[in-house]
């Protein structure tokens, strides 16, 4: 009756730190899906809709790779090659350095409209000097509460995503795995499923 208890437990126990690591599985494939999120963001050219400050500044850093570092570190490898053809290589790196910039404006003004204002103030970027002042000071205003006219809040959309109540994922997980085995029908799991996600994280009971 002893062995029979502990073995008991012990499956209790290993089933309870399979479902544990399962829901922070599923929470982690947030984080993933969060920072994917933002590298797209970032990297994708749009002068539509809002991003926050920390995509903000994971654009401008890119921009300085690919306008800075990049080009350096492509002259240092090919160097003979573009002594021998010096015009088709500042031609080349103009274009290049057009397509850099469209990604640096982007960043601008949609981050201008993060904080509720039009995206015309970009072109306060031109001013030598100033420029780079503005740059940094928008990259540190915080964004305009709630939706505006551009979207809504960025920082409420990725917290939906990358902040997830682990109760929550866990007891989603519990109600897929009871869907998967047939335990419940599409239906429970679609009426359990919007309690959990309407008033807490309640693990659903077998039926």
């Given at each position: 009756m002893f062995a029979l208890g502990a073995l008991g437990k012990l499956t209790f126990r290993s089933g309870q730190q399979a479902h544990l690591s399962a829901a922070r599985f599923s929470q982690s494939k947030n984080h993933w899906w969060w920072l994917m999120s933002a590298i797209s963001d970032a990297l994708v050219p749009s002068f539509s809709g809002r991003i926050p400050r920390r995509t903000y500044w994971l654009a401008?850093?890119?921009?300085?790779?690919?306008?800075?570092?990049?080009?350096?570190?492509?002259?240092?490898?090919?160097?003979?090659?573009?002594?021998?053809?010096?015009?088709?290589?500042?031609?080349?790196?103009?274009?290049?350095?057009?397509?850099?910039?469209?990604?640096?404006?982007?960043?601008?003004?949609?981050?201008?409209?993060?904080?509720?204002?039009?995206?015309?103030?970009?072109?306060?970027?031109?001013?030598?000097?100033?420029?780079?002042?503005?740059?940094?000071?928008?990259?540190?205003?915080?964004?305009?509460?709630?939706?505006?006219?551009?979207?809504?809040?960025?920082?409420?959309?990725?917290?939906?995503?990358?902040?997830?109540?682990?109760?929550?994922?866990?007891?989603l997980s519990e109600l897929e795995r009871m869907l998967e085995k047939g335990l419940i029908s599409r239906e429970e799991f679609d009426r359990e499923k919007a309690k959990i996600l309407g008033s807490g994280a309640q693990p659903p009971a077998a039926v």
């Amino acid at each position: 009756m002893f062995a029979l208890g502990a073995l008991g437990k012990l499956t209790f126990r290993s089933g309870q730190q399979a479902h544990l690591s399962a829901a922070r599985f599923s929470q982690s494939k947030n984080h993933w899906w969060w920072l994917m999120s933002a590298i797209s963001d970032a990297l994708v050219p749009s002068f539509s809709g809002r991003i926050p400050r920390r995509t903000y500044w994971l654009a401008i850093f890119a921009y300085f790779i690919f306008s800075s570092v990049l080009p350096l570190t492509v002259y240092g490898l090919i160097e003979d090659v573009i002594v021998l053809y010096p015009d088709a290589a500042y031609g080349v790196l103009c274009v290049y350095l057009v397509l850099c910039s469209v990604l640096y404006f982007s960043a601008l003004v949609r981050r201008l409209h993060d904080i509720g204002r039009s995206g015309l103030w970009a072109l306060v970027s031109f001013i030598p000097l100033i420029g780079f002042l503005f740059a940094f000071i928008l990259g540190c205003l915080a964004s305009a509460e709630g939706a505006n006219r551009y979207g809504p809040n960025p920082d409420n959309i990725e917290a939906s995503f990358a902040q997830t109540p682990l109760s929550t994922v866990s007891a989603l997980s519990e109600l897929e795995r009871m869907l998967e085995k047939g335990l419940i029908s599409r239906e429970e799991f679609d009426r359990e499923k919007a309690k959990i996600l309407g008033s807490g994280a309640q693990p659903p009971a077998a039926v």
